[in-house]
């Protein structure tokens, strides 16, 4: 089976191994002994691997690059209109990939990246 991760989390490459969040990863490492393939849908980048990093266990590890984006300035706003669509593509294609259920995604991506954390304001 393969378990298909789409998420914001921004992950690194160095010397065949993918780095990411340690807690996070942890818990994919967790879910990846029970998969053939892990297919990682996710913003790369080029930065030094932090203390706070952790590689993937898993020998079938496939990364699929997003751009990252957000929308804390109005440049930033119209950026992500333009690689909105492209992220959905790679989503498509990575969902094509594997089975719907086993996909875990992170419901922040989705609420939050999409409609922007500056926008929604919670008043009890």
Not at 9 to 17: L, T
Not at 74 to 94: A, G
Not at 97 to 123: A, C, D, Q, T, V
């Amino acid at each position: 089976m393969k378990f298909g991760i789409i998420t914001h989390a921004v992950h690194k490459i160095k010397d065949g191994q993918i780095y990411g969040y340690e807690p996070y990863v942890r818990e994919m490492n967790l879910w990846g002994k029970h998969v053939d393939e892990i297919i990682i849908l996710a913003p790369i980048t080029e930065e030094e691997i932090t203390s706070i990093e952790i590689a993937y266990h898993h020998i079938n590890v496939k990364v699929m690059p997003i751009p990252n984006f957000d929308i804390t300035s109005v440049k930033n706003l119209l950026r992500s209109l333009l690689v909105i669509p492209k992220i959905c593509c790679e989503i498509y294609k990575v969902m094509k990939r594997g089975r719907p259920h086993s996909f875990k995604m992170s419901w922040e991506y989705w609420f939050i990246r999409m409609f922007g954390s500056n926008f929604i304001s919670l008043k009890t």
